[in-house]
T-cell receptor, first 114, second 112 residues
């Protein structure tokens, strides 16, 4: 069982470059999330998708866009990367409403912006 | 903004000892969850306790919830070196879509 798969695992970008982080889940979950994790800060929600076809902003959405491509896939795009976006990015999924059920996480994408 | 705050920030114990981590939060919640994160990996769900529950067990894990004090604790009994990880509490707030809000975590080191 793959669970939640994130690609790539590591990426180095230059300031101003763009890239898309990919996430796919094989658990037939309705809800998907993108978080960033910074030292000493815990996880902060960037965007979430409660169900296929819907997306909503989380706590720190500025500088990011998302696409819920289908029920399985939820991508995160950085249009013009900034050093402040250096972080570890986690994708997660849950069967139903995000705060009511366990979330399943991928192993993260470690992103450095130079 | 962080809803849950764990205490202590770091904990170092010997194998076989018990480890207790605490979580405090600020607003009314629907449920509280505990997650473990091994170095370089994603978070793994451990236990979910609902606001109308006071205690829950899973193997060597015991979670308590005191809604009057807005606090929870995670007890790991008879710890093992493999328990070395960061532990996070996360709260689902009452009302709305109920997004999870994570604390900054407790780093647990269990020494053989």
């Amino acid at each position: 069982n793959a669970g939640v798969t994130q690609t790539p695992k590591f990426q180095v970008l230059k300031t101003g470059q763009s890239m898309t982080l990919q996430c796919a889940q094989d658990m037939n979950h309705n809800s998907m999330y993108w978080y960033r994790q910074d030292p000493g800060m815990g996880l902060r929600l960037i965007y979430y998708s409660a169900s296929e076809g819907t997306t909503d902003k989380g706590e720190v959405p500025n500088g990011y866009n998302v696409s819920r491509l289908n029920k399985r896939e939820f991508s995160l795009r950085l249009e013009s990367a900034a050093p402040s976006q250096t972080s570890v990015y986690f994708c997660a999924s849950s069967e139903g409403a995000g705060g009511n059920q366990p979330q399943h996480f991928g192993d993260g994408t470690r992103l450095s912006i130079l | 903004s962080q809803q849950g705050e764990e205490d202590p920030q770091a904990l170092s114990i010997q194998e076989g000892e018990n480890a207790t981590m605490n979580c405090s939060y600020k607003t009314s919640i629907n449920n509280l969850q505990w997650y473990r994160q091994n170095s370089g990996r994603g978070l793994v769900h451990l236990i979910l306790i609902r606001s109308n529950e006071r205690e829950k067990h899973s193997g060597r894990l015991r979670v308590t919830l005191d809604t009057s004090k807005k606090s929870s604790s995670l007890l790991i009994t008879a710890s093992r070196a493999a328990d070395t990880a960061s532990y996070f509490c996360a709260t689902g707030k009452s009302g709305g879509y109920n997004k999870l809000i994570f604390g900054a975590g407790t780093r647990l080191a269990v020494h053989p």
